[in-house]
């Protein structure tokens, strides 16, 4: 059992990346990175959350939501901007626990980092599929990017942008870096010009109550039970449907918004000048983001009544949940003669491309970084003529292709979000660690006030975990049963290290017998 905490050096992680058949390239820069966050972070967040958000659970005090989470996400980039000019080394919060928990613990984060990043990758491209839907009917296109096929719906459009872009990363991330750069530019303008028209239909009544008062579970619509907060079922003194209680959930639930500054740390092995760059685009993306979320749930809550951004039942009995694009249309906004809700589905769809483009990425570096540790099959590690992981992008296209295009979302964010958090804690509690253990390591970036800082994120995420219902810890606590299986039945028996731990014990009984 001791075997469980061995720990991969920070020395061995570097020396690592040079070996010829599993080097990656390194194209990336600064502006690469912020752009790789920007384009991840910006997305369902600003087009789907917020609007859903203020009107099931936390009314206009949503915007205090996104600055709680953001708050959360800031206190935790700082520690991965620490590790990652630490260890420039792919597989992010992975790769750190390696260094610094040991083996066992490397392997549950990134376990839980392919429940992350390949669940909210086949989340996004579903939403991708549903606004190209409204976009094709807005240009006298009406198509359903939904069939039935042997009793099963298949969405042929999530598919296609996952299968889309999986190509694309297989040939070169500076490529995706490029085409990334021009979708972004595309989204972040719609959105400025959302902020900027909605402000002239704002009407301030609708601000008031900010926070809503709290409403019985009966009279939300939720259920009690496994349905409602962990905090509210343990403490049960309120739901989590509006009230103060309501504005704290609804924090958890728009983090999954924010996802995906991270995987910018997935990219550190790629990326010229790490120690500099990789902090500036961790920290700088988030920052951005962070302004123009704030900017659009105000709009959102100030053009429309909460009460009208309830979720609805549509004709065939489905949930309708209300986006930017509804908001805009139902609040008639008209100006220049535009259609406002065509132009937004617009930038939904691009902002939405590159969301799914960056999960894939982050999701085939993990993977990859597990691959030449040998706690997945070594193969899945080897890089093209390109210098990128195309067997692991493969890998992850065709996975990530199926959840999407046959298993319908639910309340899979949730899901997301809640094995975010969880690396999140361990990252904070890394650079405490690592701090302690290995003072003299070089680093580029140092978090401020440790262990001030570290300890505040782990505090602020396991808040807004506890904010998260009670079924969906039930389904991470399976995911991660599931995990240990696995790590079990093969991780532990094919692990790179424990082979070398093995051969020089070997090569020290030789030579000891020899003396």
């Known amino acids: 059992m001791s075997g469980l905490w061995r720990k991969k050096t920070i020395e061995q992680s570097i020396a690592d990346t040079d070996e010829p058949e599993t080097r990656l390239r390194k194209d990336l820069s600064a502006w690469d990175l912020t752009v790789f966050g920007v384009a991840v972070v910006i997305g369902a967040g600003i087009f789907t959350l917020a609007a859903s958000t203020a009107g099931n659970l936390a009314g206009p005090s949503v915007t205090v939501s996104f600055v709680l989470a953001a708050i959360a996400c800031g206190l935790a980039a700082v520690c991965y901007a620490e590790f990652a000019s630490t260890v420039p080394v792919a597989g992010s919060a992975y790769t750190y626990s390696y ?6 613990i490397a392997w549950i984060l990134g376990w839980d980092l392919i429940l992350e990043f390949a669940l909210a990758a086949a989340v996004v491209g579903k939403g ?3 606004y190209l839907q409204t976009v094709m009917g807005a240009f006298g296109l009406p198509t359903s990017t939904s069939v039935q096929i042997a009793g099963l719906t298949f969405d042929w459009g999530a598919v296609l942008i996952v299968v889309a872009l999986s190509v694309l990363l297989a040939l070169g991330t500076k490529m995706s870096s490029r085409v990334s750069q021009v979708i972004t530019a595309i989204k972040v303008i719609v959105v400025l010009l959302v902020i900027v028209v909605g402000i002239g239909y704002i009407n301030t009544a609708n601000y008031s109550p900010f926070i809503p008062p709290a409403a019985e579970a009966s009279a939300s619509g939720h259920a009690g039970g496994l349905e409602q907060s962990l905090f509210s079922l343990i403490s049960g003194v309120e739901t989590s449907t509006f009230g103060v209680y309501g504005m704290l959930a609804g924090a958890a639930l728009v983090f999954f918004a924010f996802i995906g500054f991270d995987i910018v740390a997935t990219t550190a092995e790629e990326t010229k000048n790490p120690q500099r760059n990789v902090p500036r685009g961790i920290l700088g993306s988030l920052a951005i983001v962070t302004v123009l979320y704030v900017a659009v749930s105000l709009v959102i809550t ?13 004709p065939d009995g489905e949930v309708v ?3 930017l694009a509804t908001a805009f249309s139902d609040a008639g906004i008209n100006w220049l003669g535009i259609n406002w809700s065509t132009i937004i589905a617009v930038g939904a769809l691009a902002g939405l491309t590159t969301v799914v483009m ?12 597990m691959s030449r540790d040998g706690l997945i099959p070594r193969g899945l590690a080897v890089t093209g003529d390109r210098g990128t992981p195309v067997r692991a992008t493969i890998l992850v296209g065709i996975v990530v292709a199926v959840a999407a295009g046959f298993f319908p979302t639910g309340t899979l964010e ?20 690592l701090r302690k253990t290995h ?8 978090a401020p006030m440790v262990p001030l800082v570290p300890i505040l994120a782990i505090l602020a995420c396991l808040w807004l975990m506890l904010n998260l219902t009670a079924l969906t810890w039930v389904r991470f606590l399976v995911w991660m049963a599931l995990g240990v299986v696995v790590y079990f039945a093969y991780g532990a028996r094919h692990s790179v290290l424990r082979s070398r731990e093995v051969q020089l014990g070997e090569d020290k009984s030789r030579a000891e017998s020899k003396d």
């Open 99 to 104: 260094a610094t928990f040991g083996e066992f």
């Open 321 to 323: 949940r209300a986006n």
């Open 302 to 314: 100030g053009i429309r009544p909460y009460t009208e951004l309830k979720n609805k039942i549509g």
């Open 414 to 433: 949730e899901m997301v979000n809640v094995g975010t958090l969880f690396a999140f804690v361990l990252v904070s509690a890394g650079v405490m660690v």
């Open 439 to 446: 003072p003299e390591l070089p680093r580029g970036f140092r």
């Open 128 to 130: 991708w599929s549903s």
């Open 358 to 369: 960056v999960l894939l990425l982050g999701q085939s570096r993990v993977l990859f970084a």
